[in-house]
């Protein structure tokens, strides 16, 4: 259904997608630095229930949209590319800060912070945004079922970004003590982000249906 090299570039832009700074990993970061890494196991649990949520409504939605509207693709097309770049430009844009910073939370009980995790990333838009905009590039409608693709790929996203965040979420401390001592690393890495997904963009622009 999926060639190898379509399900590597989907889980490039899987990974950037979970390596760049939002909601999910900010709150599962500061829940490992403050309280243990068991609460931000649980939190980050939550936020994997929150995906497959988001990619429900996404993969019911663009089959419809899709199969509906014949110029559906083109359209989502543009407006992925433009969110690509917006990230793009949010990763390397003056001031950004680091999930990595210190914050203060207060500590919570294991069905908190499971649910706070599921309502960050439910009202997470930039998952909702990217199931809507970049799962439609690799949708085939003349390969079969356009539901089983999207649910193929959202696996693939979910796998991904849990192995990602549990990384985070294992080496947060480390993480943070390596930053405050290197704060240019930091630097590299958000230009490092934003070129891999100002390149991204650029691909899907020039792909064709």
């Given at each position: 259904?999926?060639?190898?090299?379509?399900?590597?570039?989907?889980?490039?832009?899987?990974?950037?997608?979970?390596?760049?700074?939002?909601?999910?990993?900010?709150?599962?970061?500061?829940?490992?630095?403050?309280?243990?890494?068991a609460?931000?196991?649980?939190?980050?649990?939550?936020?994997?229930?929150?995906?497959?949520?988001?990619?429900?409504?996404?993969?019911?939605?663009?089959?419809?949209?899709?199969?509906?509207?014949?110029?559906?693709?083109?359209?989502?097309?543009?407006?992925?590319?433009?969110?690509?770049?917006?990230?793009?430009?949010?990763?390397?844009r003056?001031?950004?800060?680091?999930?990595?910073?210190?914050?203060?939370?207060?500590?919570?009980?294991?069905?908190?912070?499971?649910?706070?995790?599921?309502?960050?990333?439910?009202?997470?838009?930039?998952?909702?945004?990217?199931?809507?905009?970049?799962?439609?590039q690799?949708?085939?409608?003349?390969?079969?079922?356009?539901?089983?693709?999207?649910?193929?790929?959202?696996?693939?996203?979910?796998?991904?970004?849990?192995?990602?965040?549990?990384?985070?979420?294992?080496?947060?401390?480390?993480?943070?003590?390596?930053?405050?001592?290197?704060?240019?690393?930091?630097?590299?890495?958000?230009w490092?982000?934003?070129?891999?997904?100002?390149?991204?963009?650029?691909?899907?622009?020039?792909?064709?249906?």
């Amino acid at each position: 259904m999926f060639s190898l090299q379509e399900i590597g570039l989907f889980a490039l832009a899987a990974a950037v997608l979970a390596l760049t700074p939002g909601p999910n990993m900010v709150y599962n970061v500061s829940r490992t630095l403050c309280q243990g890494r068991a609460a931000g196991l649980l939190s980050l649990a939550g936020v994997l229930v929150g995906f497959l949520f988001h990619l429900t409504m996404a993969a019911l939605g663009l089959t419809a949209v899709l199969l509906a509207v014949p110029y559906a693709f083109e359209v989502i097309k543009l407006a992925g590319a433009a969110y690509l770049l917006w990230m793009a430009w949010q990763a390397v844009r003056p001031g950004g800060g680091s999930p990595f910073e210190p914050r203060e939370l207060p500590h919570d009980r294991p069905a908190v912070l499971f649910r706070m995790g599921l309502l960050t990333n439910l009202l997470n838009p930039k998952v909702a945004v990217f199931y809507l905009s970049f799962f439609p590039q690799f949708l085939h409608p003349e390969r079969g079922d356009v539901l089983l693709q999207s649910f193929l790929l959202g696996g693939v996203q979910i796998a991904v970004s849990a192995v990602v965040n549990l990384g985070f979420v294992l080496g947060a401390a480390g993480i943070a003590r390596f930053l405050q001592r290197s704060p240019g690393w930091m630097r590299v890495q958000r230009w490092v982000m934003g070129t891999v997904l100002g390149l991204l963009a650029a691909r899907l622009m020039a792909e064709r249906r």
